[in-house]
């Protein structure tokens, strides 16, 4: 049997996701498919549009085996970082092979990893110019173009599997043209971005049945929709009865941006929209994608020695599965060094979940339904 | 001249407060009225109706000549402190008579005050049988019943003024029958309380045109009206973000109520209400409107210590004067110990107005209004 593994968002669950499972049953009839996922805040920084359990479930009811929960920790980061998590994980659930969408299938992913292996991403130093730099260092190592976002995502999972002793076979598959970051529904596919799909759902102007499978379409019916616009309000208020010294515990926070950051919000007066407020504070320095990390870091409250002692102890959350996902969750139960949670009672709402159980009920005060206590896995 | 201070909130500036100034005017034709009055969050716990430049605006057509602004360190509290930090304000702006409205005008509050000076408000164990006990040793030793809210105000207000050297002459004046706590608007009459008239308003159900003045009516209509239903997201996100132990600095915590709080808001789920929350966490220890000031302490984010330093070293913060309200402020500068702000720069809001500058960011998130920057006082 194969275990294969995919690193999603599903933000929100679509046609194109489904193709992607459809290829890997075409490839391996007996898969077994596991996926790690990102829970409600998600690697550009932004909420996610449902929450984790609606998506984990469309995912088993779409084809997947076993999902499990990317924590908080790793999901709100760039490439690198959320690559490693999502991989390290993997590992501890015994998969074998990672299947992944790139706009370049050609390219020679492994061989990557090699020549790029000593070009590390400096986390505390993630600007426009760094990660243009970056990128420069890896296409002269490799002599390919990594700018593309899939392509450099590959590249990072590779990385994270070389580290961890390239227990993975990689499996690049070509993403479909629509699926890159269009804004707009396509008129001549099944297949939109996520991102056009999210702002046709967020303007309710469009109708995305074409894009999406069944069961999205009822839960976007049936389901408030988070974004940005719902927590703003929060956001501004945690910024404006802060102190700059407890702004600097944050993850992610450095060189002054407490200052720039509350300085901005309050010159702008209470009526300051978010985005409006994140390109005020941008610079060369601070990228868009950074700031809306860090604006999610700090919704979270999520200080820097949390956010270490995730990274450095991991878990395993389970979300949900069917059978054939449970039975490979005991083949290798016994192996596994990472504790597994399915159900959260208050010791492990306190830890190790802690920052993911604060991301929770942050999160259900825009969705209205708890995170944690008194949720099950769902069972497909 | 006579100089003469009211204490006053002003939740809203209603006719019953129109009468109260024309009887300051009926009895000293030469008066400067001079009103101490509370910002934008109240002495029962409790954000105001309306922001406190349009209630110092409405005292100011109203026949008031002066408006200072009681910092909130001092609004948010039991009568006590409340009552302390007023006339300590009214002191210092040269105040020499005070009217004050109670339920039983024949007490002789000034011996009262002397009776019971030895008995003092403790506040870190307000409780309910705190309270109860506190009035029974005051009926002990003055022969007097003052459990009613506005004789134990004025108690306060002379117990305040021995403490400061009776520099006071008190004038209490009897308060008109509906001024009292009725939750309905009279049919007989165009005085109503102020929580009638405050219930009435956020309802929408009932007109309040006769029972408050036309600036208050033009108010009422222009703007959005503030109730802890607004500030309640807020709240909860703060407490569901805090650690206890951060909680535990904010001022008035007390007796693990930290974990109280934050416990029973974790188990009500998230479509909780502000008062279903209040009633479950009140006990016979803490009562409704200990944990009401308790919650916006919370809310914005007063420390114990910040409380402390601004009770040790007030000032004077004019929110409006006309002619005669200048000229006594004029009168009076010279002798003046606390700073005096008229205008907020970056450097004040830093310090000494750090918490009332807090406070007015957190409120502003509802009323969509600037509280400092760019606000000058109101001239009449």
Redesign the interface.
């Known amino acids: 049997m194969d275990i294969v593994g995919i690193v999603a968002e599903y933000n929100p669950f679509h046609n194109g996701h489904l193709y992607q499972i459809s290829e890997v049953k075409k490839r391996f009839p007996n898969a077994v498919i596991v996926v790690v996922m990102s829970g409600n805040f998600l690697e550009r920084g932004e909420p996610a549009l449902l929450d984790k359990w609606m998506r984990a479930k469309e995912a088993i009811l779409n084809g997947v085996n076993l999902v499990v929960e990317l924590p908080v920790a790793f999901c709100v980061q760039p490439a690198d970082l959320f690559a490693f998590g999502a991989i390290r994980i993997l590992k501890e659930l015994g998969v074998q092979k990672l299947v992944f969408g790139v706009e370049n299938v050609d390219y020679d992913f492994d061989k990557m990893a090699q020549l790029t292996k000593k070009v590390h991403g400096d986390f505390s130093t993630y600007n426009e110019s760094y990660a243009k730099a970056y990128q420069r260092a890896i296409t002269e190592r490799t002599g390919v173009d990594v700018s593309k976002p899939n392509n450099l995502l590959g590249l990072a999972y590779a990385k994270a599997n070389l580290e961890l002793g390239s227990f993975l076979e990689l499996i690049p598959i070509q993403r479909k043209k629509a699926e890159h970051h269009d804004q707009q529904l396509p008129v001549d596919s099944r297949i939109a971005s996520a991102s056009a799909i999210r702002s046709a759902v967020l303007s309710n102007k469009e109708l995305v049945v074409n894009f999406v499978p069944n069961s999205t379409v009822e839960d976007l019916q049936q389901s408030k929709k988070a974004s940005w616009t719902d927590f703003w309000?929060?956001l501004?208020?945690?910024i404006?009865?802060?102190k700059v010294q407890e702004l600097r515990e944050i993850y992610g926070m450095t060189e002054g941006l407490e200052f720039r950051l509350k300085d901005k919000l309050?010159?702008m007066?209470?009526?300051v929209a978010f985005t409006d407020w994140i390109d005020e504070v941008k610079s060369k320095r601070f990228t868009y994608t950074h700031l809306t990390r860090l604006a999610t870091m700090i919704l979270?409250?999520a200080k820097k020695d949390e956010v270490a002692q995730v990274v450095r102890s991991p878990y395993i959350r389970i979300l949900g599965f069917d059978d054939l996902g449970q039975k490979q969750l005991n083949n290798v139960k016994k192996k596994m060094t990472f504790p597994v949670i399915s159900r959260v009672s208050q010791k492990i709402a306190a830890n190790p979940l802690d920052l993911d159980y604060?991301a929770g009920?942050?999160y259900?005060?825009c969705?209205?339904?708890?995170q944690d206590?008194g949720r099950k896995p769902f069972q497909g």
């Open positions: 309000p929060l501004k208020y945690q404006l009865t802060s309050e010159r007066g209470p009526a979270l409250q604060r009920l942050v259900s005060q969705s209205g339904q708890r206590f």
